[in-house]
């Protein structure tokens, strides 16, 4: 079973202030390029994988989908999410990623933000989740970059020259990485591009897009803070078709 951190007060806490937290979609800098890729939802089966407080369900309510499953090992999200949904075609349920089942061909469209690196067996996760779309359905995803992934420990370090720099460990040794976000003890686990991206292709998979996600220039104007995320990417984000 998956760990189930969020249910953890400290970290539930802490995650409850962050932006994306408060201001859902549009707190999160990359929703317009997820937005971008994102298939026609309306009339569509929609299954959102870590739905988390709900935020992406209820936008796909609002597009006009037919059916939307928000899921989450998070009892605290579950909660939170049926708080604020009054939209009848959306329900949630308590689901361990790494033991998903789905009936076969119930949805249209797939989404997870952020959420996949959680999971321990993410062939098993992509066999499952092909399984649950009908053929030409589409998946869509965003999981924390692998080159973020494997320098979460270090951070950014200050050189000689004063500049700092975002150091890579071992980003070829993939598998579970520790580190304290939040909490402490968050288990994440770290696989390359490449095995990220043969993984879809060997479930039956056809890749549609691939963007390693920065901020516009007019996103850093309007944030300054998001200038570090030019110094190394921090989500990828991919667009699949069965």
Same mark, same amino acid.
């Given at each position: 079973?998956?760990?189930?951190? $969020?249910?953890?007060?400290?970290?539930?806490?802490?995650?409850?202030?962050?932006? +994306?937290? #408060?201001?859902?979609?549009?707190?999160?800098?990359?929703?317009?390029?997820? +937005?971008?890729? *994102?298939?026609?939802?309306?009339?569509?089966?929609? &299954?959102?994988?870590?739905?988390?407080?709900?935020?992406?369900?209820?936008?796909?309510?609002?597009?006009?989908?037919?059916? &939307?499953?928000?899921?989450?090992?998070?009892?605290?999200?579950?909660?939170?999410?049926?708080? /604020?949904? #009054?939209?009848?075609?959306?329900? $949630?349920?308590?689901?361990? *990623?790494?033991?998903?089942?789905?009936?076969?061909?119930?949805?249209?469209?797939?989404?997870?933000?952020?959420? !996949?690196?959680? #999971?321990?067996?993410?062939?098993?996760?992509?066999?499952?989740?092909?399984?649950?779309?009908?053929?030409?359905?589409?998946?869509? !995803?965003?999981?924390?970059?692998?080159?973020?992934?494997?320098?979460?420990?270090?951070?950014?370090?200050?050189?000689?020259?004063?500049?700092?720099?975002?150091?890579? /460990?071992? $980003?070829? &040794?993939?598998?579970?990485?520790?580190? /304290?976000? *939040?909490?402490?003890?968050?288990?994440?686990?770290?696989?390359?591009?490449?095995?990220? *991206?043969?993984?879809?292709?060997?479930?039956? !998979?056809?890749?549609?897009? &691939?963007?390693?996600?920065?901020?516009?220039?007019?996103?850093?104007?309007?944030?300054?803070?998001?200038?570090?995320?030019?110094?190394?990417?921090?989500?990828?984000?991919?667009?699949?078709? +069965?």
């Amino acid at each position: 079973m998956a760990q189930n951190i $969020y249910d953890k007060p400290e970290f539930f806490e802490g995650y409850s202030q962050l932006g +994306r937290s #408060v201001h859902g979609l549009d707190g999160a800098a990359e929703w317009p390029a997820i +937005r971008a890729a *994102l298939p026609d939802l309306k009339g569509k089966r929609v &299954v959102d994988l870590g739905c988390g407080f709900g935020w992406f369900s209820r936008y796909a309510g609002e597009q006009g989908a037919a059916r &939307v499953l928000g899921l989450d090992l998070s009892e605290n999200m579950i909660a939170r999410a049926r708080r /604020d949904t #009054v939209d009848p075609a959306i329900e $949630y349920g308590i689901a361990d *990623l790494d033991q998903l089942t789905l009936e076969n061909g119930a949805f249209d469209v797939a989404y997870s933000s952020l959420a !996949f690196h959680y #999971v321990e067996d993410f062939d098993r996760l992509v066999r499952a989740i092909h399984d649950a779309l009908k053929p030409g359905s589409h998946l869509v !995803f965003t999981i924390e970059h692998p080159i973020y992934m494997a320098s979460l420990n270090p951070g950014w370090q200050v050189g000689e020259d004063g500049q700092k720099r975002w150091p890579v /460990d071992h $980003y070829s &040794v993939e598998g579970r990485r520790t580190t /304290d976000w *939040l909490a402490k003890g968050v288990v994440k686990y770290h696989r390359t591009i490449g095995t990220t *991206l043969n993984a879809l292709m060997r479930g039956g !998979f056809a890749i549609r897009h &691939v963007e390693e996600w920065h901020p516009t220039a007019a996103q850093i104007d309007s944030n300054p803070d998001l200038a570090e995320e030019m110094e190394r990417p921090m989500i990828l984000l991919v667009a699949a078709q +069965r």
